[in-house]
T-cell receptor
Framework: ETGVTQTPRHLVMGMTNKKSLKCEQHLGHNAMYWYKQSAKKPLELMFVYSLEERVENNSVPSRFSPECPNSSHLFLHLHTLQPEDSALYLC?????????????FGPGTRLTVT | SQQGEEDPQALSIQEGENATMNCSYKTSINNLQWYRQNSGRGLVHLILIRSNEREKHSGRLRVTLDTSKKSSSLLITASRAADTASYFCATDSGGGADGLTFGKGTHLIIQP
């Protein structure tokens, strides 16, 4: 798990709180991703950053706001969340040099919205 | 929309037996990947098979790809208790930095 780290590992927040999830990759990759994993649902791609520019935003509610200050760091800013936003949030990175690449995932942040 | 669909949703076998999981997808792909996830943890990449490949091996893992049927299978031979996990197939339909599209996964339990 030293390749991609995520903090915090667990987060409980009220619907009026503002919090941020942090992801850091130590692999020298140039693309980073946020996924949401809810119970009994497939992993959902939320955001993609390539070379620090957002290239994909899969109709994610505006209460989720990503930030990628450099190629090694990715944040997900959270505000006024809903209970249905409770899930495991996974960060991933990859080296985009060809059409074929694998993604390296962090351990995730277990988010509970009360 | 969901791209990969794993089958079965759950599988329980005895240690030492082989485990086979299947994945079907809907659109054309560049490659198909298999990942493993231990309970509540991040995903670990297992193997990637390109759209022009039909079979690939990595240790005790064997992956096949049939693009005409839009399906793939993952075989784990001589299973071990440590193989207990959820297994996901993921497809990459675009190029560059596209995210992957995952199925719901197969939960594999290896009975000691």
């Amino acid at each position: 798990e030293t390749g991609v780290t995520q903090t915090p590992r667990h987060l409980v927040m009220g619907m009026t709180n503002k919090k941020s999830l942090k992801c850091e990759q130590h692999l020298g990759h140039n693309a980073m991703y946020w996924y949401k994993q809810s119970a009994k649902k497939p992993l959902e791609l939320m955001f993609v950053y390539s070379l620090e520019e957002r290239v994909e935003n899969n109709s994610v509610p505006s209460r989720f706001s990503p930030e990628c200050p450099n190629s090694s760091h990715l944040f997900l800013h959270l505000h006024t969340l809903q209970p249905e936003d409770s899930a495991l949030y996974l960060c991933a990175s990859s080296q985009v040099w060809d059409r074929f690449y694998e993604q390296y995932f962090g351990p995730g942040t277990r988010l509970t919205v009360t | 929309s969901q791209q990969g669909e794993e089958d079965p949703q759950a599988l329980s076998i005895q240690e030492g037996e082989n485990a086979t999981m299947n994945c079907s997808y809907k659109t054309s792909i560049n490659n198909l990947q298999w990942y493993r996830q231990n309970s509540g943890r991040g995903l670990v990449h297992l193997i990637l098979i390109r759209s022009n490949e039909r079979e690939k091996h990595s240790g005790r893992l064997r992956v096949t790809l049939d693009t005409s049927k839009k399906s793939s299978s993952l075989l784990i031979t001589a299973s071990r208790a440590a193989d207990t996990a959820s297994y996901f197939c993921a497809t990459d339909s675009g190029g560059g930095a596209d995210g992957l599209t995952f199925g719901k996964g197969t939960h594999l339990i290896i009975q000691p």
